[in-house]
């Protein structure tokens, strides 16, 4: 078997998250990417619409969260809080699934890597 590149593997693994998560998110009624823009505003990003550039449907998944009282001037409202433990629980089951056998120092490398991978290439072709 030939080696992948990490191109495949990282699409390969965004594909199954895709497959997967709409299970665990189903109860709540709550999208991959309401999901995404409710754990970024849960974990206080200053700027939740450029950390959520990389994601599709940003305006929509912040609108949908808005319009059930979630959030409010950017911000979660307190129902929010309460919805964003209860579907992390869930998400974070899909995660350690995800992570098995796994250790913390090899998750943290490998996060490490795609992000100074990422970095590499905004610089080297930043406009």
Sequence with gaps: ?????????????DGLFEQVLPAALA??????REWQALN????????????????AA????LEQLSSRGWVSGGRLTDD????HEAIAAHV???RRQAAEGISEE????????????AANLEAAYAA
């Design 40 to 55: 970024v505003l849960a974990v206080g990003d200053d700027h939740p619409r450029a950390a959520l550039l990389p994601f």
């Design 1 to 13: 078997m030939s080696q992948r590149m990490i191109g495949y593997w990282l699409k390969h693994l």
């Design 92 to 94: 974070m089951r899909v």
């Design 58 to 61: 940003v305006g929509d998944a």
């Design 106 to 117: 090899e998750y943290a490398t490998t996060i490490d890597v795609l992000r100074r991978m």
């Design 27 to 32: 109860a709540h009624q709550v999208s991959r």
């Design 80 to 83: 929010g809080r309460r919805a």
